[in-house]
């Protein structure tokens, strides 16, 4: 028996010419639109990277000078509060042993601080009423007002770390969020490489949905 030869028409090989070279356009067009878009995404997360690295380092300075400034006003409340201890005691000392004059001396020296707590202190009739205080510097109304500024700024230098502390996090997102789109940058360029379809398919569908993610979690983190 004569064999059949199946011949293909040229409109059919035409076709499928035209089919295969619509499909390797589109494949193309996907790739160059994940390379893009990764692209972009890793400028965007490297921007917000040194944003959040420059405000991490002014944070941690601000922290650290907060705190040296705190230590020395709590530095300057001691001696403060020794100051007032001092004439306290050498006026109890004049005022009981009779010398009025040196004790109105001291009075003078008192620091305008202690002077209000001295005073109430001292109409409690302590020398006669055993409920009174032992010492003005006890009593409500004395206030240090260097010992107010150091936690001021304690807590503020507290305040800062933690801020700090929140933008290294930020940065080590968006950084992390830079390792997705390079994956997607090389899930894409390799894409081309491949002649069969479904390889393709799959490597872009893949670089596609690690680009959603790395997208979601850009939208997820602040931005400066």
């Known amino acids: 028996m004569p064999e059949h030869v199946h011949v293909h028409a040229p409109h059919e090989l035409s076709e499928q010419g035209e089919s295969t070279t619509s499909r390797e356009r589109w494949l193309e067009i996907a790739a160059a639109l994940l390379l893009s878009l990764a692209t972009l995404g890793i400028a965007w997360s490297g921007y917000q990277a040194a944003k959040w690295s420059g405000l991490q380092a002014r944070r941690y300075t601000q922290a650290s000078t907060a705190r040296s400034l705190a230590n020395r006003a709590s530095t300057l409340a001691v001696q403060d509060r020794t100051q007032d201890l001092l004439n306290f005691n050498r006026w109890l000392e004049m005022s009981t042993s009779g010398n009025s004059e040196l004790a109105d001396l001291y009075v003078r020296r008192f620091r305008d601080e202690f002077r209000p707590a001295f005073e109430r202190w001292l109409a409690e009739d302590p020398l ?49 969020a830079t390792v997705f789109f390079a994956v997607v940058l090389f899930f894409a360029g390799i894409s081309l490489r491949f002649a069969w379809f479904p390889m393709r398919i799959l490597i872009l569908a893949l670089g596609a949905a690690l680009l959603v993610y790395g997208g979601v979690r850009l939208l997820m983190l602040p931005s400066l």
């Open 128 to 176: 006669h009423n055993p409920n009174s205080i032992a010492t003005p510097l006890r009593e409500k109304n004395y206030v240090l007002a260097n010992a107010v500024r150091a936690d001021k700024l304690e807590r503020l230098g507290d305040l800062r770390f933690e801020q700090g502390k929140a933008a290294t996090e930020h940065a080590d997102d968006y950084v992390f």
